[in-house]
Nanobody, 122 residues
Framework: QVQLVESGGGLVQVGGSLRLSCAAS????????MHWFRQAPGKEREFVAA????????YYSDSVKGRFTISRHNAKNTVYLQMNSLKPEDTAVYYC???????????????WGQGTQVTVSS
């Protein structure tokens, strides 16, 4: 069992920055990939970024590459998403997710947080 709790969402102006946190608890995460997905109103949930827990390899969607940085602090069982140069189209509920390895399909990810709202004001 893995429990995930996101925090750090809020309202930010265009061009601003925000850091999201995902605190994980439960079983050992050494073989897991940690992910961020987001879902804007009326749209499908989409992949944002991922990191392997053990090796720290990172993966990004083209829409956030160069602006967002995913990282992890293993001892704290916490994953972060540093978001810079925010745009209105980044507005969404951001979800932390965990799976064995890196997954891009929603159906293949068994563990999800409740989400945290990020609103970028234009």
């Amino acid at each position: 069992q893995v429990q995930l709790v996101e925090s750090g969402g809020g309202l930010v102006q265009v061009g601003g920055s925000l850091r999201l946190s995902c605190a994980a608890s439960g079983r050992t995460l050494s073989n897991y990939g940690m992910h961020w997905f987001r879902q804007a109103p009326g749209k499908e949930r989409e992949f944002v970024a991922a990191i392997t827990w053990g090796g720290g390899s990172t993966y990004y969607s083209d829409s956030v590459k160069g602006r967002f940085t995913i990282s992890r602090h293993n001892a704290k069982n916490t994953v972060y998403l540093q978001m810079n140069s925010l745009k209105p189209e980044d507005t969404a509920v951001y979800y932390c997710a965990a799976a064995r390895g890196i997954e891009y399909r929603l159906d293949n990810i068994p563990y999800w947080g409740q989400g945290t709202q990020v609103t970028v004001s234009s």
